[in-house]
């Protein structure tokens, strides 16, 4: 064992006996123990004589135990703590062992030294650090088919971060050529080479679960324990009918069960399997997803899922890098790899370190990089394998009904339990009277089950599990409706909580506007000019010298993240975002080249445009060697970084401050007309400045300022006016100055006389008290950040109580997606990561399509308290008819068969009809029900409470006084009753049912034959009335009915629809 010993505060290993190197069987444990010897490394064998007294108790417990200790990083786990005074004794007993210390030491050094070198080989081995070459052997298929190397070798390179390998294979170029690509013209595609590419690498799609069969659906259906109880009643029913009555007699109850039961079933399977072929079609369009791809020497514009190694993709901030691949060039590129490791801090990509993951995200920077692994292969890929496909979680409202149907269910429960406790009783008081008790006949026991079959029948009617399945039936037909409307919902609840909403937050530029960007005014050099047509920027080019438009298009064609490309017929197209087009175009306009601009300078480096600098700079190296930077973004940010501008003749002039006002005066000027201002400027470096020191802020000489026309979309002014008559306030967040905001949001009519508009900077310097008087009036919010955004959606949601929906485009928009209640995405111009913070996904950019949204999201609302109305309705006097008439009478006149048709009608069937109705503009003059409103309001109670009232009446009389109205006597005057009674039931939900359309308007029919789905359903339930009382009477315990029965039916049912009326007129 080793000794320690303590001695004013430090410790020391004294001794290790019977320990040397033939104990160590490998050269790390060698490594390991050589820093625990206290004489540099030499293990000490003592003498024999030498005795160590007995180690001191420790606190742990009565038995002596070793205390584990840390010495140099080892844990030691046989270290044991000795007295102060026994340690003067051991010390002067090891002064006897130093002679022998100094024998064994000259031969121990040569020892360690031996190992050590031993075990630096061994970890050179383990670190894969040998000096041996890196061989490999390409695969026989692969060197057929003419590449030189496999989608293995490349998987392990990028996965495992393998610097070593990449080198071994020449690097990121060396890649390259061994999959025939080029790192400035990408592959070259034929049909061939194509199919070639995808059998050897594979296609860049993840393996998906497959679709869940119809009979799968019908399988969970029948997993219903009420149903199942039902089956079990029916079988029984089945056996002691039969053996009692015999074949077919005594069989028809329960195979009308039976019947019953596998048309709830089916009906229900139906509903749920269209429902997943809807989602999953959604799901499809969810992953539409394209990419800039350099393929055949030109940039082109693919679907992720025809990626193929070897292609050229080009990223930006808040793309999703689609595949597995190496980095090839690009500037700032820090990678979000959360969704793979969990880790939040970024990942700095450079040509040292340049693995780039599939499913990862660029925060910051842009850069080119070549495709390497693709689909199932890919890391990402191999995640998604591992993860069973999940659906959307239940939406806030799905949650609120269920809540109410178990409620709703306890109490038919209760009320079936004491249904059935009564008609037993009846049955056991008749038997009783007529002195029977003690004789039971299969009759009996029949009449027992069809007491237990209504009872459970009347939790099968109790239970409106039609509740969730209209909400899911709504949404999923609000989801269809509104993708043909350019909305791409990708959460369901959004659907709801967008009908609640009382608040917008949009963005301008391409929500408001058509983002359909052109330069119609510059400032170059003090010169103002109009640029709408060839002649102008002619002019432009001739008042400003060769030297100072050289300086302006160099500025143009390389502080740009678009690109100017030839398609493959030769046009020359202008991609990137609309800003940087517009740009692009005036260069273009002005007779530059872009490509010889982008050839004669090097690029150093580049910091992109984001939402909080609100510019972009880049360094260039001339040719001569020097360096210059270029930066360009918000009007007043790059003035006030401006000391100096260039006349005319290229001559550099101070910015004094007359020259200041006089350029401020022509921003707002521009402003003022609309127009969305960027200055232009640059600032020669000194030549120590290295690609790791950050672009300066300030000294700039000004070069121009632009400005660009942006249109209003058409049709926004008239979405603004029905937001407003619906209570939706519109605000306007922007990134652009201040005047040319309030010009948009006053053509917009965002901005009212009463309303405010303030700059970012200045709302964020405010304080609490301030912000809850300001907050309310704000309309316009100028040169925001990203941060305001999310102060201001955070502060209407927690003090004013607003519902906000929340637009945005850019990554630095995700925090406010994700505060808002409803985040709105731009499916053009937003951003991957932005798209993927939002709850609905706008693909024509355009605020109008949001109105819609909203529009929808009431009518999904409505549509589910419309169809709750109708069923609570049918729930109360179902329930109610069968409890009193079994107290009163000893007989429920609604037998399980009709029950379930009951069931049939208000679930499914009431779902359909009504959770599918279209909106209407009426919606939109409505106030939105906001946070707190409740779901089942006050008029419906009205209406369920009215329409219910009267269905009790109606049941009643017939049952009281039905056989005197229509004269019936005989054998089968009950049997005609209650077929009279179920009949006149079902046709007061048929008309109900048109009532439920409208809640508070008399007119209930107004559009009714636009809805082929209604129609339908209620035409469906008449005829399958029509059937089941005329045909199947022998199932379902009904008889034919006379002409003017039918008609006295029908007239009840209709009644109700007066009546509905006249309640209506009743105020709550």
């Not at 006050?938 to 109205?965: D, P, S």
């Amino acid at each position: 064992m080793a000794a320690v010993v303590h001695l004013r505060g430090w410790s020391r290993t004294i001794i290790r006996p019977s320990l040397s190197l033939s104990h160590f069987s490998t050269p790390h444990q060698c490594l390991r123990t050589s820093s625990l010897f206290p004489f540099r490394g030499c293990n000490f064998r003592p003498s024999a004589g030498l005795k160590l007294p007995e180690p001191e108790r420790t606190r742990a417990g009565k038995n002596r135990k070793l205390k584990r200790r840390v010495v140099d990083g080892e844990l030691r786990r046989d270290v044991v703590r000795f007295p102060l005074p026994e340690f003067n004794e051991i010390l002067q007993k090891f002064g006897r062992l130093e002679e022998e210390a100094v024998d064994t030491l000259v031969l121990l050094k040569e020892k360690l030294r031996v190992a050590v070198l031993v075990s630096k080989a061994a970890f050179q081995f383990i670190h894969g650090i040998a000096s041996t070459p890196n061989e490999y052997t390409i695969p026989v298929e692969v060197k057929d088919a003419g590449f030189g190397i496999c989608a293995e070798e490349l998987g392990s390179i990028v996965e495992g971060h393998d610097i070593k390998k990449l080198k071994g294979h020449g690097g990121v170029e060396g890649i390259a050529s061994k999959l025939c690509t080029s790192c400035t013209d990408g592959i070259n595609a034929t049909q061939d080479s194509v199919k070639a590419r995808q059998v050897v690498y594979g296609l860049n799609k993840f393996t998906e679960s497959p679709p869940r069969g119809f009979w799968l659906f019908v399988w969970e259906a029948l997993q219903d324990m009420t149903l199942i109880i039902l089956g079990v009643c029916a079988i029984v029913s089945l056996l002691v009918g039969v053996a009692s009555e015999g074949w077919p007699t005594g069989a028809h109850d329960g195979l009308g069960i039976v019947a019953s039961i596998l048309l709830v079933v089916f009906v229900t399977a139906t509903s749920d399997y269209r429902q997943s072929l809807q989602f999953k079609d959604l799901d499809k369009e969810k992953k539409k997803i394209s990419v800039h791809v350099t393929r055949n020497g030109y940039r082109q514009k693919l679907s992720i899922y025809d990626l193929l190694p070897g292609d050229l993709v080009h990223l930006s901030i808040g793309d999703q890098v689609p595949a597995d691949g190496l980095f090839v060039s690009g500037f700032s590129l820090l990678i979000n790899e959360s969704s793979l490791t969990g880790e939040s801090e970024p990942v700095a990509i450079t040509a040292d370190y340049p693995f780039l993951l599939s499913g990862t995200k660029v925060q910051d920077g842009s850069c080119k990089m070549l495709v390497t692994t693709v689909g199932m292969r890919t890391q990402w890929g191999k995640l998604m394998a591992t993860l069973s496909e999940g659906g959307d979680d239940e939406t806030p409202l799905q949650v609120k009904l269920n809540g109410v149907a178990t409620i709703i269910g306890k109490i038919g429960l209760f009320f079936a339990v004491l249904t059935f406790a009564v008609l037993t009783q009846s049955l056991f008081s008749h038997k009783w009277q007529e002195g029977t008790q003690l004789f039971w006949t299969g009759e009996d026991a029949l009449k027992l089950l069809e007491y237990f079959a209504v009872a459970v029948t009347i939790v099968v009617v109790a239970v409106p599990e039609g509740l969730p399945l209209a909400v899911t039936l709504s949404l999923a037909f609000a989801m269809k409706k509104m993708m043909n409307d350019k909305a791409l919902v990708r959460h369901l609840a959004a659907c709801e909580t967008m009908g609640s909403a009382t608040c917008i937050c949009s963005d301008k530029t391409g929500t408001l506007t058509t983002n359909h960007m052109t330069v119609v005014k510059s400032c170059i050099c003090g010169n103002i000019k109009e640029v709408s047509n060839p002649k102008e920027a002619d002019s432009i080019r001739s008042n400003i010298s060769d030297s100072v438009l050289k300086v302006l298009l160099q500025s143009i064609f390389n502080n740009t993240g678009g690109d100017v490309v030839r398609d493959k017929s030769g046009r020359v197209e202008i991609l990137g975002t609309p800003t940087e087009t517009a740009l692009l175009e005036f260069g273009l306009s002005l007779g530059g080249d872009f490509q010889l601009m982008r050839q004669e300078c090097k690029l150093l480096k580049v910091e992109p445009f984001n939402s909080a600098k609100k510019r972009m700079a880049v360094v260039l190296q001339l040719p001569d060697g020097s360096l210059r930077a270029h930066c360009k973004g918000a009007s007043e940010i790059i003035l006030d970084a401006c000391d100096k501008y260039m006349d005319s003749t290229g001559n550099i002039i101070p910015l004094d401050e007359a020259s200041f006002n006089h350029l401020k005066d022509i921003i707002e000027r521009f402003a003022g007309e609309a127009l969305r201002t960027l200055c232009l400027a640059y600032l020669e470096l000194e030549d120590d400045f290295s690609q790791t020191s950050q672009i300066p802020s300030r000294g700039y000489t000004l070069l121009g300022i632009v400005g660009i026309k942006d249109p209003v979309r058409p049709g926004v002014k008239e979405s603004v006016e029905i937001c407003r008559s619906a209570g939706i306030t519109v605000r306007m967040v922007t990134g652009d100055n201040i005047t040319t905001a309030k010009a948009i949001a006053r053509e917009c009519g965002i901005l009212t006389d009463g309303g405010i508009a303030i700059e970012g900077p200045q709302f964020r310097e405010k304080k609490p008290e301030e912000m809850k008087e300001l907050i309310p009036k704000i309309q316009v919010m100028a040169r925001s950040s990203p941060l305001d955004k999310h102060t201001l959606v955070t502060n209407l949601r927690s003090i004013f109580d607003e519902v906000v929906a929340v637009t945005g485009d850019g990554t630095n928009d995700a925090p406010a997606l994700h505060e808002a209640d409803i985040g709105l995405a731009m499916g053009i111009a937003g951003t991957e990561v932005a798209k993927e913070s939002a709850d609905v996904i706008i693909l024509d950019d355009n605020f109008s399509t949001i109105v819609t949204v909203a529009k929808w999201g009431r009518s999904v609302y409505i549509n589910i308290q419309k169809f709750v109305q109708f069923q609570l309705t049918v729930n109360v006097v179902a329930l109610g008819v069968n409890f009193t008439s079994a107290c009163l009478t000893g007989n429920a006149p609604l037998t399980a068969v009709q029950l379930l048709w009951v069931n049939m009608i208000m679930d499914t069937l009431g779902a359909l009809a009504l959770a599918t109705e279209p909106p209407n503009d009426e919606l939109m003059k409505r106030s939105p029900v906001g946070r707190k409103g409740n779901f089942i309001s006050n008029v419906m109670w009205r209406n369920i409470i009215g329409q219910a009232v009267y269905q009790f009446f109606v049941i009643w009389y017939l049952q009281a006084h039905g056989k005197e109205v229509f004269q019936l006597d005989g054998p089968d005057a009950e049997l005609v009753l209650n077929t009279l009674i179920f009949n006149s039931f079902v046709f007061c939900q048929v008309f109900n049912e048109i009532n439920s359309r409208e809640m508070e308007k008399i007119n209930v029919l107004e559009g009714v034959l636009e809805n082929y789905v209604f129609v339908g359903v209620i035409s469906c339930t008449v005829i399958f009335q029509i059937i089941i009382v005329e045909y199947l009477g022998t199932f379902a315990s009904t008889t034919p009915l006379t002409l003017f029965q039918w008609i006295v039916c029908i007239l009840f049912g209709f009644l109700g629809m007066p009546v509905g009326a006249a309640i209506k007129l009743i105020h709550v």
